[in-house]
């Protein structure tokens, strides 16, 4: 499996931003997926994630109510769809996947087998 992440850039706060992450090698909908991002300097955090084949979805607290993870079954991709940015949201950003996830370890890097390469996401203030 491969994942391909793109739709980072400049935005001011505020602002929206949908990143994709496309898969090749394997269903997208059979497949756990996460967002995670890395803000400049610190560790890796969770995002979101939407387990495989309608499982459920989960938010970090930074994210509910701002940022929605789907998929587009037809396309092979995941989005984020990230509203109402905010500076403190710059980082870079990754998406993750894995066949099974069970829901306890959704928010857990570890979790996952497959990484794509990040996209920078910067909000100005």
């Known amino acids: 499996v491969q994942l391909q992440a793109s739709g980072g850039g400049l935005v001011q706060a505020g602002g929206s931003l949908r990143l994709s992450c496309a898969a090749s090698g394997r269903t997208i909908n059979t497949l756990a997926v996460a967002w995670f991002r890395q803000p400049p300097g610190k560790a890796r955090e969770f995002v979101a994630a939407?387990?495989?084949?309608?499982?459920?979805?989960r938010y970090s607290n930074s994210a509910e109510a701002r940022f929605t993870i789907s998929r587009d079954n037809a396309k092979n991709t995941a989005f984020l769809q990230m509203d109402n940015l905010k500076p403190e949201d710059t980082a870079d950003y990754y998406c993750a996947a894995s066949s099974t996830v069970i829901l306890s370890a959704l928010s857990t890097p570890s979790a996952y087998a497959y990484w794509g390469q990040g996209t920078q996401v910067t909000v100005s203030s």
């Open positions: 939407i387990r495989a084949r309608g499982g459920g979805i």
